[in-house]
């Protein structure tokens, strides 16, 4: 009759224990989905300034070829640059242009710099400027 006793005795302690695992995994299971998604966010938000920063750099290649061919980079064709980067997505505001304005000569050095201040808010750290600075530099085929 002990050994009966016994069995029904840990019977009982398996049950409980049971019953806590049933509450425990599905907190754990939120907890966990939680800290992913937080960190899927944060490496999203560290990830977002290389992607501007390879859109800015594309831009820049496509309007030195441009300047190659006339020699220097005309009133219209900077209005139309800082049209294109406003289109895709960027803050016409924080756009900085330097670059060759007149016309050179063939073989002579040009130059195209565009800077821009990307903003960036992260959920611990707070708002931060990113300053980015692309420059070209190519001669004139003119």
Do not use: H
């Not at 599905?26 to 937080?38: D, E, F, L, Q, W």
């Not at 990830?47 to 309007?63: A, D, H, R, V």
């Not at 800077?115 to 420059?135: A, N, Q």
């Amino acid at each position: 009759m002990r050994k009966v006793g016994e069995f029904l005795e840990k019977n009982k302690k398996t049950k409980r224990e049971k019953g806590s695992v049933v509450l425990t995994t599905p907190i754990i299971v939120v907890i966990g989905t939680i800290i992913v998604s937080i960190l899927i966010v944060v490496a999203v938000k560290i990830l977002m300034p290389y992607i501007w920063y390879e859109k800015l750099s594309s831009t820049c290649i496509k309007y030195i070829f441009i300047m190659e061919e006339y020699g220097y980079l005309t009133r219209k064709e900077a209005v139309n640059l800082k049209e294109e980067l406003k289109e895709q997505g960027f803050d016409e505001e924080k756009i900085t242009l330097s670059y060759v304005g007149s016309e050179v000569n063939y073989g002579d050095p040009i130059y195209l710099k565009v800077m821009y201040e990307y903003d960036i808010d992260f959920p611990i750290i707070g708002y931060k400027s990113i300053p980015m600075e692309v420059e070209r530099v190519s001669v004139s085929k003119r």
